[in-house]
Each structure stands twice: as structure tokens, then as C-alpha cells.
């Protein structure tokens, strides 16, 4: 089977959820991008969209089309070229519909299984439960060797964890190697990294076809070796713990709500990230950080990686999350218009609003290094490395509570970063930093200078 | 093309803001005025520069596409929303797709020539942020001949004058002529950040010839053009009053704030063929050379232009067209500095289509507008000196590939 062949018949389980309706999306426009090859119009490619519940995929296929339409609009240029052949199609618009209509004939939204048996690529995006993945995966794999014997032609599978060694996933489910992880990052259609892990057993063929793939899907591709979390979740659940923590040790001797408002703005202020820490799990979920955590926590024996301060979260049903618009649900904030609005008080059950302490909380903290640098200015600032440079220097030398907290933070990120290497779950330094600019949008990695000079000192 | 039979003025122009991207007020989300009521403010404040509509004999509203843009025909019918007083009066609406203006122009010249009409309420109006960009080029793709859209560029126009630009680089030289652009891009925005009225009143980036020298992305739009070499999608609406002398004795307008037109050239070709010489804008050439002939004077007499810079390489296009480089050499006049407000022969001072914005029906009303407002003094920050020994002034409304060409000479009524 070669590459088009590959993708004549593909399955994505989970296609209506978060994760799962952008590689369904990336997928069908990739298939579509295929199909209207000449040399391809013979075939007939289809994309099962497998989920769940029915009312999920009509939201789904709502989605589907106002992305693909917002896609084609964006390469008109090359559809035009595509479709020069079609007398009818004239205008942009015209093209542009057209576009749409093949996009989404690809695609068969069902809620029936049986759909991924004829597939040679199962693209599984469920949740982060081991069990029901290997349930999944296996019943495909069993069902899909009864229908064709031709084991060349047995199926391949992606998973989308964030979190299970595929080598775990593979065995149990019997793939004999079928098996490789794509992670790609939230939402995926935005996003532009995309992990790759492949456990000692992975076929050479199925890394082969990820990289295409993925390069066709204009991804950046970071290899990952196969330890649970990877790179980007190694990295930020730790991340999130040492958060936590501090907000912990903050909250003895402030309100809690200020301590979370404290530490978060350390980590998106003070460090110059995209959000904050507690805004950061609010977006990926309390109950997905929980379940990465346990997955973590299970397999590095060593460490403690799980929070007892989220299981009370979410016992409190403080979930976060969003929901199916791409609104964020309330968690450790409150959000009004998708901006932190106020905080959560597990000892009351109540949200503090944030405009109530944030002056006071401010004003404890002390000021920003100057001129100062914001996550957006930083990201479009030309000479982007010496303005980092020039603002950590500075930060280095405060030592009012924000500088010091921040400290702490960006020393204990490269010290997550420098471990990953040294664990061997990164290949390279370059590799964690990598991750964590391309999947979280910081604008600097965590293995850099600006912290060592303070270990140092 | 004869001298004119009879005195034609103009006066009380007005333009709206040039509203789109840029803007600080501009929110594509949001909503914002219609066809209406820009044509209200523009006629509006026109009136109130003549006396009223009482004073008015009959209207004219150049418009491109309103019937695709904003799903409205007959546009001949908003001239009566401007004013109950025009209720009744003659009225009619021109297209002649981005020289649709131009051809306002000319209508209500031709009124007052033909003596049926001493005062005409003259405007040009095009909403144009309806649509997204992309679909925007389907609509003003009919500014071209329909048979040739299946193999046109995505965008049409830029690609049509992204070829010219393409074939001018080749004749002529790539590096010497994108310098040229680039200049023609900063005068453009360095004239709008004068006129609170310009849809690039509120740029504010530095270096503006650096960042317009930016590689164009052949893969997501032209071959030849990056997108400063392009005017932007506008709305906003111009008008002026195109009287007799009768008619400015009604409308108790003082000569000295009138502007004459002393001459002009209307010209069309074929839509079915393509240009002779993509290097070249014959037409507008043609119609320059019949306004300039109908005013009696030469290229040397011309104190300043308002052309129609619809892309930036049509502006050297147009420095040649009309005489004052040969070809091949407009692109070094303009590096030179001449077409800036300071140089020999300043250009579009109020920033030209590609500076000011191109609300394309409005367009060459807009033109007459900046013309009156520079004759008369009323030009506020952006005003230029004319030198005494060269008065006149030339504006050129185009439509098309250069199919439809309006050109018209002026100098200030009271010399």
C-alpha cells in the first residue's frame, strides 16, 4: 500500500471531540487534496468519523464545514488550479463551495464501530483511558484480520495520547507493532506540533507514513521516546505540580484565591508565557490533568505525580474544560467573555472575584522588570532573544515576592526540561524547547541561560 | 477634442471616510453604514455647500457593483433619500466599473454643457466590506470581460496588473522598478496620514519603503505584487457640485472656492481584447492627450495629478501615460522624488487609491474632491502649493484593465 492507498480508507475515533475533530478535519482536507489528484480519481476515499453520540457529530460536521470553507478560502489560489478542469466552477465562490461539498462527502459521520473494520488507517482520539483504548483498538484489529486475511493489508493505528506508552497500548491491544503515537496538540487544526512516539516494536513503515503525513499537514514533527507524558505532558504536569505547590505554600499565608491569582500571574507575567499556569489546566481540564497525572504517576514510581487539591476540585465538580463552541468552562477561574474573571475557594465553594484583591495582590508582588514584556509583545518583537535577555537579566536582579516566585518557577521548568533529557524520554535540549514553543506557544524553552545564571549565583 | 462650449465649475465637494482595514473604527464583525447612508452624508454636505436642494437641477451617482456588493439596484433612487427637495428631479446612476466615478464626472459635465441642468448634484458611492476579500474579487472581476474569469487569478485584478508589473520588470528592469514601488507606497501613505478622512490616516509603520519591498507570495496571492502594491477594500462615498456660471451665482458660490474644468477626454476600448502593450496604459494616454488638447495646454503646464493608483505599479504606468517620463523611465521619475507632495509634480496628496483607500464607484468624485480642496485652499494639513507658472491640475479615473478612461483638466475658477 503506498501513501494514497494508505489514506483511501481511514477511521478516527473520537472525531467529535476536542482532539478528534482536528485530525478529522487535517485529514479530510489531506484526503480531499489526494482524491482531486487525476491520478487518484479512480479511488474512492472515504473518512469515517466514529463516535459516540449522534448529536456530538452533527455539531461535528457543523464544524467541518466552516473550517474547510475557511481553508479553501485561504488556498484558493492553488484550487483554482485544481478545478481548472470544471467548466461550471468560475468564480472563487463557486470553487470555494465546490471545495466544501468534496470535502465533506469524504466523510461519514456514525456512531457505528463496525465502520473502522475496512479502514487501513485508525486514527484513535478517545479519552485518556487506557482501558477503553485497548478495548477499541483491539476489537478493530480482530474484526479487520476476519475480513481480510491479507495481512499486508492489516490496518495501521495512530493514537493520540498524551500520556500512555504506546509499547503498553500496543501489546495489550495484540497490534504486533501497528501501533505509533501522533500527538497532536489543542486544537489541533491551529496548533503546529505534532509528537511522534514509537515504542521498540513500531513498524519503520508507520513512522515513514507519519512523517509524510504530518509534513503534508505542514506539522512540525518532534520525536518522543516512549515514556508516559512524553515530552509536552512530562513537561507541563510537573510544571503544574510545582504550580500547585506554590499556590499551597502561598495560601498560608494569604487567601487561597489570591495565592492561585499569585502564582499564576508569576508564571504568565513574570515569565512571559502565553497564560498562566492555572488558566493553563483550566484550558486542557482539571479531569484530563488528573488522568494524565495518574497515568504518569502509575509508571514513574520515583516521583510523586499526582494532586490531591485537584481530586478536590473535581469531587467539587470544578472541572474546566470547554465546551463544544470553544468557550472555556469555569475551573480554577472563573471565566467571563473567556477571561479569568474570578477564583475558586475550595474552603467556601465559592468564586472570589478577582477585582476584589488583585491591586493589593499586585502591589505585594512589586513591579515587572522594565521596559516591560508582554507574552504578545515578545512574540512579534523583532529582536525577540535580547529582549528576553534584557528582561531576565533584570528579573534576576529584583528580589521583591514576583521576581523571587518567578525565579523559582523558570528554574524548576528547566530543571523538568533537564531531566527529560537526562530520563532520555527527549532525544535533545532542543528537542524539549522544541515542544514547548511549538505545542505551548512559549516564546522562549525551558532549557535556556536566563535561569542557570541564578542557580549559579 | 473641442474646447468647452460653455464655462463647467466645480464646488462643495466632500468625502466620506474611506472605511476598511486600517481603520481604527473598522470591526468586519460589526456593523456599519450601508449605501445609504454614506450617500446621505456625502450629499448631504454637499447641499448645504449649495444652498440646498432647491438649488439643484438634477443628480448623478456613479456605483460599480451595489447590485452585487449590497443586493441594490436603481440607485438613481438614493439620490431623493439625500433630501426631499430632490424628490421629482432628474436622476440617474453611471457605471463604468472603477471609472464609474469618472464617468459621474463627466455626466454631469456633459448637463451643464448641454445646458439642461446649471447645477448637478454629483456623487459616487461603493460599499464594498460586504464580503470577505476573496469573494470580492468574483465582484470585481465584472470590471473585466466575463469569458476571461475561468482563467483568471483568483484575485483577478491584481493579477492582471501583477502581469503588467511582471512584463515592466522585464522590459525594465526588476530591482529599479520595486524601488519604485516602494516609493510609490510610502508617498501614497505618508500624503494619507494627513487626511483624517484616509483609510490609511491611522498607519502608523516606520520604514514604510522596507516593508513594501516584502517578496511577493505567488502561492497565496500574485506573481508580481505583494499586497502594499494594492489599493484596499473600501467603502465611502464622495460628492461635489458641477455647476454652470448661472449655477454658482444660484448656489451663491464665490469663484475663489470653485475649481474649473477647462477641458477633458472620455475614452473607451474594447473590453473583449486584451492590452496591446501590457507595459503601457494606452487608453488613459489617449484620454490624457484629449483632455490636455480639449483644455489647450501641455504635460508642462500640470501642477499636480490625482491618478488612478489602483496598484502601485499603475502609477508609474500612469507617470508615463501621461508624458512626463517616457517609457521604461517612469519608474526612476518616481524614485526620484517627483510625484512625492515635495517633488516636481506631486501626486495623489491625499494618498491615492493605494493611501486614501478605493471605494470604487466613488473613486474619481473622490479625485475632483481633492483637486477642489487643493485649488481652493481648503486643503487643511495636506495642502500643496501649485507654482504660479503651472496651475493646472489632471485627474484620471480608469476602469478596468484601462478599457474605460475619464481624464479632466481643472484650474482654480477665479484666475
Known amino acids: ?149 491479507d495481512s499486508a493489508n492489516a490496518p495501521w493505528f495512530f493514537t493520540n495520547t498524551s500520556s500512555i506508552p504506546v509499547h503498553e497500548l500496543d501489546e495489550k491491544a495484540g497490534l504486533g507493532g501497528r501501533l505509533l503515537g501522533v500527538h497532536f496538540y489543542n486544537p489541533p487544526a491551529i496548533q503546529k506540533l505534532v509528537e511522534l512516539i514509537s515504542a521498540a516494536s513500531t513498524k519503520a513503515e508507520l513512522v515513514e ?65 502565553p497564560m498562566g499556569i492555572f488558566q493553563l489546566i483550566d484550558y486542557v481540564g482539571l479531569d484530563v490533568c488528573q488522568y494524565i497525572m495518574s497515568v504518569m504517576g502509575e509508571r514513574f514510581k520515583d516521583e510523586v505525580i499526582h494532586s490531591p487539591l485537584l481530586d478536590r476540585f473535581i469531587a467539587a465538580g470544578v472541572k474546566g474544560g470547554q465546551f463544544s463552541d ?81 525565579r523559582r518557577y523558570g528554574e524548576r521548568s528547566r530543571e523538568i526540561g533537564l531531566k527529560l533529557v537526562s530520563d532520555k524520554v527527549a532525544r535533545s535540549e532542543a528537542d524539549v524547547n522544541m515542544v514547548l514553543t511549538s505545542g505551548f506557544y512559549h516564546v522562549y524553552g525551558p532549557i535556556n541561560n536566563y535561569f542557570k545564571r541564578e542557580m549559579v549565583k | 477634442m473641442k474646447k468647452l462650449r460653455k464655462r463647467v465649475f466645480m464646488a462643495a465637494g466632500y468625502n466620506t471616510i474611506a472605511l476598511g482595514s486600517g481603520r481604527k473604527e473598522f470591526n468586519p464583525k460589526k456593523p456599519r453604514p450601508g449605501l445609504e447612508e454614506y450617500v446621505k452624508e456625502a450629499g448631504q454636505a454637499t447641499l448645504k455647500m449649495v444652498g440646498g436642494a432647491a438649488n439643484v437641477d438634477e443628480g448623478v451617482i456613479g456605483n460599480f457593483m451595489a447590485a452585487k456588493f449590497n443586493n441594490q439596484g436603481n440607485l438613481a433612487g438614493l439620490i431623493p433619500y439625500i433630501d426631499e427637495g430632490l424628490k421629482w428631479k432628474p436622476s440617474c446612476r453611471v457605471e463604468g466599473a472603477c471609472c464609474s466615478g469618472g464617468l459621474a464626472l463627466v455626466t454631469g459635465i456633459k448637463s451643464v454643457l448641454a445646458e439642461t441642468a446649471d447645477v448637478v448634484l454629483t456623487l459616487g458611492v461603493e460599499v464594498q466590506n460586504t464580503v470577505k476579500a476573496v469573494y470580492g474579487a468574483d465582484i470585481l472581476a465584472g470590471a473585466g470581460w466575463s469569458k476571461e474569469r475561468k482563467d483568471g487569478h483568483a484575485y483577478f ?59 511577493p507570495n505567488p502561492k497565496s496571492f500574485v506573481d508580481n505584487l505583494n499586497v502594499f502594491d494594492c489599493s484596499k477594500v473600501s467603502d465611502g462615498a464622495a460628492s461635489i457640485a458641477i455647476m454652470s456660471e448661472e449655477g454658482l451665482k444660484k448656489a451663491g458660490i464665490d469663484k475663489k472656492d470653485a475649481v474649473e474644468v477647462v477641458g477633458f477626454g472620455q475614452v473607451e476600448a474594447d473590453l473583449t481584447q486584451p492590452p496591446a502593450d501590457l507595459a503601457k496604459l494606452d487608453t488613459t494616454e489617449e484620454a490624457v492627450k484629449q483632455a490636455l488638447a480639449s483644455a489647450g495646454i501641455g504635460v508642462k503646464d500640470l501642477g499636480t495629478v490625482e491618478c488612478h493608483d489602483c496598484f502601485t505599479i499603475t502609477g508609474i504606468l500612469s ?94 475658477a477665479s484666475l
Open chain 1, 209 to 273: 507514513f507519519a512523517l509524510t503525513y504530518a509534513k503534508n499537514l505542514r506539522k512540525i514533527v518532534v520525536p518522543s521516546n516512549d515514556f508516559a507524558g512524553f515530552i509536552g505532558n512530562g513537561h507541563f504536569m510537573r510544571d503544574a505540580l510545582h504550580g500547585i505547590a506554590e499556590a499551597e505554600r502561598l495560601s498560608k499565608d494569604m487567601p487561597f484565591a489570591e495565592a492561585v491569582y499569585t502564582v499564576n500571574r508569576a508564571a504568565q507575567d513574570f515569565l512571559v508565557r
Open chain 2, 319 to 412: 507617470v508615463e501615460a501621461i508624458g512626463l517620463a517616457k517609457q521604461g523611465e517612469g519608474a526612476d521619475f518616481v524614485s526620484a522624488g517627483n510625484t512625492a507632495r515635495n517633488g516636481k509634480i506631486p501626486f495623489n496628496t491625499t494618498g491615492g487609491l493605494v493611501g486614501w483607500g478605493h471605494p470604487t464607484g466613488a473613486t474619481g468624485v473622490r479625485q475632483a474632491v481633492t483637486i477642489w480642496e487643493q485649488l481652493t485652499g481648503k486643503a487643511g494639513k495636506w495642502q500643496i502649493e501649485l507654482p504660479a507658472d503651472r496651475p493646472y491640475a489632471l485627474s484620471i479615473s480608469m476602469g478596468g484593465n484601462d478599457r474605460t478612461v475619464v481624464a479632466i483638466v481643472y484650474r482654480r
Open chain 1, 326 to 406: 470553544g468557550s472555556q468552562k469555569d475551573g480554577f477561574f472563573k471565566y467571563e467573555k473567556n477571561r479569568p474573571a474570578a477564583i475558586y475557594d475550595p474552603g467556601t465553594k465559592q468564586y472570589v472575584p478577582i477585582a476584589s484583591f488583585q491591586a493589593a495582590c499586585d502591589t505585594k508582588m512589586g513591579p515587572l522588570p522594565q521596559p516591560a514584556l508582554t507574552w504578545k509583545s515578545a512574540v512579534k518583537h523583532p529582536k525577540k532573544e535580547a529582549a528576553l535577555e534584557e528582561f531576565f537579566a533584570k528579573l534576576a536582579a529584583m528580589d521583591n515576592p514576583g521576581a523571587v516566585l518567578a
Open chain 2, 157 to 215: 485584478f491584481p493579477g492582471k496588473f501583477s502581469d503588467r508589473a511582471g512584463e515592466y520588470f522585464k522590459k525594465f528592469g526588476l530591482e529599479r522598478t520595486r524601488k519604485a514601488l516602494a516609493r510609490w507606497y510610502r508617498n501614497a501613505i505618508e500624503n494619507a496620514r494627513l487626511v483624517p478622512t484616509a483609510q490609511e490616516f491611522h498607519n502608523i509603520q516606520e520604514d514604510l519603503e522596507a516593508v513594501a519591498l516584502a517578496k
Open chain 1, 1 to 149: 500500500m503506498n501513501y494514497a492507498e494508505r489514506l483511501e480508507n481511514v477511521t478516527v475515533l473520537g472525531a467529535s471531540g476536542k482532539m478528534g475533530s482536528g485530525i478529522l478535519l487535517l485529514t479530510a482536507l489531506e484526503m480531499a487534496d489526494l482524491s482531486l489528484k487525476p491520478e487518484n480519481k479512480d479511488k474512492q476515499f472515504v473518512l469515517n468519523a466514529v463516535d459516540v453520540s449522534n448529536q456530538a457529530l452533527a455539531g461535528l460536521m457543523k464544524y467541518l464545514r466552516a473550517q474547510v470553507q475557511k481553508a479553501a478560502e485561504k488556498k484558493i489560489v492553488a484550487l483554482r488550479k485544481v478545478y481548472e478542469s470544471c467548466c461550471d466552477l468560475v468564480d472563487n465562490k463557486e470553487i470555494v463551495d465546490r471545495y466544501v461539498s468534496d470535502v465533506c462527502a469524504l466523510v461519514r459521520p456514525t456512531t457505528a464501530l463496525e465502520s473502522a473494520y475496512a479502514s487501513g488507517l485508525v486514527f484513535e482520539a478517545v479519552i485518556e483511558n487506557p482501558a477503553l483504548k485497548i478495548k477499541l483498538l483491539s476489537q478493530i484489529n480482530r474484526n479487520c484480520a476476519l475480513l481480510n486475511k
